[in-house]
């Protein structure tokens, strides 16, 4: 059987509190797994017994572990990754979102005005997730 060699820094008590309120309350399912890990590691448990509670591969606790022991709490929350530029910029997502809601039942009806008065073509769910963020 394999030794466990690797396991999170010992945690201080302000450490320890973030971690526990992360695991009950933090709204991004990732942090409050990976708070977890990183206090099970703290408790002595291998990164195997780890990953299997987690669900997770162990490589991936393999590198919870070290980015905690670098960056501390912080290096919970997911990097910031890049993408797809946005299509509308501030203006024109409250401009489409309003052209939509002059037709409040069916507002993926009014994609035709969008385009002509935006000036730019969007997908009906590109006008969904518009407004679902708006309302």
Known sequence: MKIPTK???????EEHTKLVENHQKHPNFRVRNRS??????AEGYSIDEIATVCQAHRNAVSRWLD?????GC???ADFQRSGRPAILTAEE???AV???LENPRFPGR???RITREVGKEISVFTLKG???KRL
């Open 7 to 13: 396991f999170a820094k010992p945690l201080t008590e």
């Open 93 to 95: 997502k409250e401009k």
């Open 67 to 71: 980015r905690f022991d670098k960056l």
């Open 74 to 76: 912080e290096g919970l």
């Open 98 to 100: 309003a052209l939509a």
């Open 110 to 112: 009014e994609l035709g």
């Open 130 to 132: 518009l407004l679902k």
């Open 36 to 41: 977890h890990a990183i206090r099970l590691s």
